[in-house]
């Protein structure tokens, strides 16, 4: 238990709240919800900070509900965005639905008899067989089009993008009366949201407060960006996704191990369990010593555990060991081909056939010759560098250059080949 309020302001996680919001959850257990966009199948590192929100409101004793938007994702949500994105069938968007509340409940405790187990609501439930004229009579009424195009939101597109569709302007009434529906049938009194949200989340205490006289609260957290001021959560491939299909562990471990000094110091904060007088320490002893890099160590292993689990991430720091520190062959071949191709994603290839890998008389041929000379151009050069121990296969220590041909093939169809001390290269057998 602890206040919700207090754990934020200290985690850098607070923007904007309604007055009075202090006050009313005080009074006792209340429920709050998140919106998550169905765009994709899987969540992605940029969704974690509203998902640590609700995780820190469920442990302060409150109810957290997840609303994933089967009818909003059909819209696409304009805030902040330059152009229109392209709109899903319902196909797509509940295939996308059923994968998200996967993912979140591996953050959030819906076990029964919890008085305040979190909850899964999808607004396609309520939104999907409500009529356009019900719609336009019933909650249209209520909100000017004054007010919502007063929103920063809607002003910036305007002025700054190629205009707004009449389908994208619905999109702050809908996600209002979201808020409404979940005030009046599930007892939800605040909203939260990242800070781009504020306009539409505004609009839902707008719609409680004119439908039915009630009030109803608003809670921002930051959007994260990095030190350098590029996009949090993007590198050179793409975002970093918790679906371990689309990115690996090793992956998203390496992300969390890369991040700067300055952005350790605050994502240790936001995106980890870790107590305040853990985190301090942290804090202490990486100042004391940046070049261990100990806050982006710990970071890693906490979020890469809490998405992924604790054998996954045993392997990813494996898996770094073997490029960036001391390894055996051991090491080498406990990483699962995922693992091991994401490792030495890059890394110049030749592709053997299992029959002339099998031919093959001695270490020599099979590192210049057979391997197309990609690895050494001659024989003279294998012979020589072998004979100095600047070779290695799976880790191991060439001595002989008319060693046999007779290292285990990891995965049963990969040799790893090291000349020097950073040149890799794959001779893959198949």
């Known amino acids: 238990?602890?206040?919700?309020?207090?754990?934020?302001?200290?985690?850098?996680?607070?923007?904007?709240?309604?007055?009075?919001?202090?006050?009313?959850?005080?009074?006792?257990?209340?429920?709050a919800y998140l919106g998550f966009d169905p765009t994709a199948d899987s969540l992605h590192i940029g969704h974690l900070v509203g998902v640590m929100t609700?995780?820190?409101?469920?442990?302060a004793g409150h109810k957290p509900f997840a609303l994933v938007g089967g009818?909003?994702?059909m819209i696409g949500d304009p805030s902040f965005k330059s152009a229109e994105r392209n709109l899903l069938d319902k196909a797509t968007l509940d295939h996308n639905?059923?994968?998200?509340?996967?993912?979140?409940?591996?953050f959030l405790n819906f076990e029964e008899g919890m008085a305040n187990k979190a909850e899964l609501v999808n607004n396609h439930d309520w939104m999907g067989e409500f009529?356009?004229?019900?719609?336009i009579r019933d909650v249209g009424k209520?909100?000017?089009?004054?007010?919502?195009?007063?929103?920063?939101?809607?002003k910036r597109r305007l002025e700054e993008g190629s205009g707004l569709s009449f389908t994208e302007f619905t999109y702050q009434l809908i996600q209002g009366y979201d808020f409404f529906h979940l005030w009046k049938n599930e007892g939800i009194s605040i909203q939260l949201g990242g800070s781009d949200q504020w306009g539409n989340i505004v609009t839902g205490t707008?719609?409680?407060?004119?439908m039915e006289g009630g009030h109803a609260y608003?809670?921002?957290v930051p959007l994260i960006t990095k030190a350098d001021g590029s996009k949090f959560g993007k590198t050179e491939s793409g975002s970093v996704w918790l679906d371990p299909e689309k990115t690996s562990p090793y992956a998203f471990y390496q992300f969390w191990l890369n991040v700067s000094d300055e952005d350790a110091s605050k994502y240790i904060r936001i995106f980890t369990l870790l107590d305040h007088k853990t985190i301090e320490q942290l804090e202490k002893e990486h100042l004391e010593a940046p070049h261990l890099r100990i806050l982006q160590k710990e970071i890693a292993k906490e979020v890469t555990t809490m998405i992924h689990g604790k054998e996954e991430y045993e392997m990813a720091v494996k898996a770094s060991s073997i490029l960036f520190g001391k390894s055996s062959t051991d090491d080498l071949a406990a990483l699962d081909e995922r693992t091991f191709l994401q490792v030495f994603d890059g890394v110049p290839q030749v592709q053997l056939s299992r029959e002339i890998y099998e031919e093959t008389g001695n270490l020599v041929d099979l590192l210049s010759d057979k391997s197309e000379n990609l690895i050494f151009s001659s024989k003279s050069e294998a012979r020589k560098m072998i004979q100095g121990g600047g070779v290695s296969i799976n880790k191991e220590k060439l001595t002989d250059p008319m060693g046999a041909v007779d290292h285990t093939l990891l995965q049963d169809k990969y040799l790893l080949v090291q000349k020097g001390k950073k040149q890799y290269f794959i001779i893959s057998v198949k």
């Open 1 to 31: 238990m602890n206040d919700f309020i207090d754990e934020l302001q200290w985690r850098g996680m607070l923007q904007d709240m309604t007055p009075d919001i202090e006050q009313h959850l005080k009074e006792g257990m209340r429920s």
């Open 54 to 59: 609700l995780l820190h409101f469920q442990r």
């Open 71 to 73: 009818a909003t994702g």
């Open 97 to 106: 639905v059923a994968c998200l509340r996967k993912q979140l409940s591996k």
């Open 131 to 135: 009529s356009f004229l019900d719609f």
């Open 142 to 154: 209520h909100i000017t089009v004054n007010y919502m195009m007063a929103k920063d939101s809607v």
């Open 206 to 210: 707008e719609l409680i407060r004119k």
């Open 218 to 220: 608003a809670l921002t």
